[in-house]
């Protein structure tokens, strides 16, 4: 590969591993690039700074609504990037950007997939209704253009991305993303100290659920699986959220308020995931899942979404590298899996040894090599343009 500097903008609202999957994936691209780059990160809120990134923040007059939000902070990074960039990498919703990558579902394919006759017509009364569903619909347009290349986390977000811009001109690249965390295993004195740390029972057998959106991510349902569960089992839920206070309502009426532990949004994940003995992550939809391949580099057997729900699944054996839920509304199956794991020792060691190896075959070495491949070609692809 050459040796070419490239001076590059990475463009993303927030900054910040403690944000979130997307958050994390372009804080472990930064420093990656930063080895051998010029990076540059125009964003609206940072965390801890990363060494070698130039840093510039962009105001945020509002908050609310979040669509005029995210239209004023296309509208300024357009602005602040027109010159002076080899390469302009977008992880948000917006028109320019040499290379977009996606992270979400697409709100189109939200909107209108597999929508037909009078069910699509409801649809679109909805969006002409919406300025809010009228903003990410046209900037989506706009961003999905045969001048720019798309890179998807996975390939389950690459099939919605295609079913709805089936008129994209440059093949789809996918980059799955690496953990932030270096692969290793926890001794038991290690995860003492963490649970100690977290204000957890030093002796139970704690279950590690994380996510900002916890419906969407599976708690309600493993609320109800922890219920019938041992009283020996708790768990620990990592992430904040506006549903907190109708998970503890859950939490009461299930009669599990003191073996429920919410965490909150944690600066560093190391420790809780020191401090688990089993991630439990019943999503229902999730284009990546980067917790579940952090889990899996502190040697945790994980329990996730199968293929259908949940994109990391696609590259997972069931049985092998993790447990898969072929239905994460299936109460009773999620259960099982939770016993399964925390009952038989050996199959929880297999299922460790076989994460650990997953997440030591995704170095941030690779990642980078990966995407400079694709900025080279879109340079390549440019000059060619008359």
């Known amino acids: 590969m050459t040796t070419k500097r490239l001076r590059i903008a990475l463009l993303v609202c927030r900054f910040d591993n403690a944000a979130g999957g997307a958050e994390r994936y372009v804080v472990t691209l930064a420093q990656a690039l930063a080895q051998t780059d010029e990076v540059h990160v125009f964003s609206q809120e940072f965390g801890p700074p990363v060494p070698g990134v130039t840093y510039h923040r962009i105001a945020r007059p509002v908050r609310r609504p979040r669509w005029l939000n995210y239209l004023f902070f296309a509208w300024m990074t357009w602005r602040a990037t027109r010159t002076g ?5 977008s992880h948000e919703n917006s028109w320019h950007g040499d290379v977009q990558t996606v ?12 929508k037909r006759g009078w069910r699509w017509c409801l649809r679109c009364l909805k969006v002409l209704s919406s300025p809010r569903l ?18 998807v986390v996975s390939p389950w977000l690459g099939a919605a991305l295609l079913s709805s811009f089936p008129r994209l001109a440059q093949p789809l690249a996918q980059i799955t993303p690496v953990c932030v965390f270096e692969p290793r295993r926890v001794n038991e004195a290690e995860k003492q100290l963490a649970r100690q740390t977290l204000g957890l029972p030093l002796q139970s057998k704690c279950l590690l659920f994380v996510g900002n959106d916890m419906r969407k991510k599976g708690l309600p349902q493993l609320l109800k699986a922890l219920g019938q569960l041992p ?40 420790v809780a995931y020191a401090a688990a003995d089993c991630l439990v992550h019943p999503t229902l939809e999730d284009t ?78 690779k990642f980078a090599e990966q995407h ?15």
Not at 107 to 114: D, E, H, I, K, M
Not at 134 to 151: H, S
Not at 296 to 306: D, E, I, K, N, R
């Open 288 to 365: 990546y899942a980067m917790v579940v391949l952090e889990a899996m580099a502190f040697a945790l057997p994980v329990l996730v979404s199968g293929p259908a729900y949940c994109g990391i699944s696609s590259e997972l054996s069931d049985g092998v590298d993790a447990l898969l839920l072929e239905d994460p509304l299936d109460v009773r199956a999620l259960q099982e899996a939770v016993l399964r794991v925390l009952d038989d020792a050996q199959l929880g060691a297999d299922l460790g040894h076989k994460a650990l190896m997953f997440a030591g075959a995704r170095n941030a070495s």
């Open 372 to 386: 400079k491949q694709v900025y080279l070609e879109q340079l390549a692809r440019r000059r060619t343009v008359p």
């Open 231 to 270: 009283a020996q089992v708790v768990l620990a839920v990592a992430g904040t959220s506006k549903q907190i206070g109708a998970m503890r309502a859950l939490c009461d009426a299930q009669g599990l308020a003191d073996r429920v532990f919410f965490l909150g949004a944690l600066d560093a994940m190391d």
């Open 134 to 151: 009228l903003c990410y619909l046209a900037l989506e347009r706009a961003r999905y253009r045969a001048d720019k290349q798309c890179v």
């Open 85 to 89: 960039f080899d390469i302009v990498h």
């Open 103 to 114: 992270h979400v579902v697409p709100v189109t394919y939200s909107l209108f997939a597999n």
